[in-house]
């Protein structure tokens, strides 16, 4: 099993709509990570967190470490949200990366 | 403007070929990363540099080496002796190691025929 599993793997939706990707992680962490990937390969951070909840623009991360899960929600998507979604942790001394969610917003 | 460049953008080589794939980054970050992405799978860490002149063996270092003579640059190279090496290289680096945003690079995509 995955030590960081996302959900789902793919996702497709209309413009406006509400987008919720998951992240479940399996073992203990200092902080969670979320990425962007755009189709030309490049990488950019969304987030980082350890507690909470965070807000930027349209897109809201939240973690609850009792339950060894996070969320990436986008609220009134855009087709130009379109992209791979990465979740990492960070254990002791590496990052663990998720395999990645999809998102495909239709216009 | 602050970042971390990679080039070539596409790389080429034949098999039996060393190829040593650039990162450079002018953010001022201690720590810098190397991760090959292939389809359908999480990032894997190949090696980390902490600090200048030092790097650490990543998950999958196999058939890989490294340098960290300057702060700013952090080469791979991908020798012959790694089996699979067709696939996407990300560079990233942080201001240190442990739970810091990385910043990453656009990537180079190597393909060995």
């Known amino acids: 099993k995955n030590e960081v599993e996302q959900s789902p793997q793919n996702l497709t939706a209309q413009e406006g709509e509400f987008i919720t990707i998951n992240c479940s992680y399996s073992v203990g962490i200092s902080a969670l990570h979320w990425l962007q990937q755009h189709p030309g390969g490049g990488i950019v951070s969304l987030f980082m967190?350890?507690?909470g909840k965070k807000k930027h623009g349209r897109l809201i991360a939240t973690i609850n470490i009792q339950e060894k899960h996070s969320s990436l929600h986008i609220t009134a998507s855009h087709p130009r949200d379109s992209a791979v979604y990465i979740c990492?942790?960070?254990?002791?001394?590496?990052?663990?990366f998720g395999k990645g969610t999809r998102l495909h917003i239709l216009p | 403007d602050g970042g971390i460049t990679q080039s070539p953008k596409y790389l080429f080589r034949k098999e039996g070929q060393n190829v040593t794939l650039s990162c450079e980054q002018n953010?001022?970050?201690?720590?810098m990363y190397w991760y090959r992405q292939d389809p359908g799978q999480g990032l894997r860490l190949i090696y980390y540099?902490?600090?200048?002149?030092?790097?650490q063996k990543g998950d999958i270092a196999e058939g890989y080496s490294v340098s960290r003579e300057k702060k700013e640059s952090f080469p791979l190279t991908v020798t012959s002796a790694q089996k699979n090496p067709t696939a996407f290289y990300l560079c990233?680096?942080?201001?240190?190691?442990?739970?810091?945003?990385?910043?990453f690079g656009p990537g180079t995509r190597l393909t060995v025929t």
């Open positions: 990492a942790v960070d254990r002791d001394d590496k990052i663990i």
């Open positions: 990233a680096s942080s201001i240190r190691t442990y739970s810091y945003e990385q910043y």
């Open positions: 967190l350890s507690s």
């Open positions: 540099s902490q600090i200048v002149n030092d790097f």
């Open positions: 953010l001022n970050h201690d720590a």
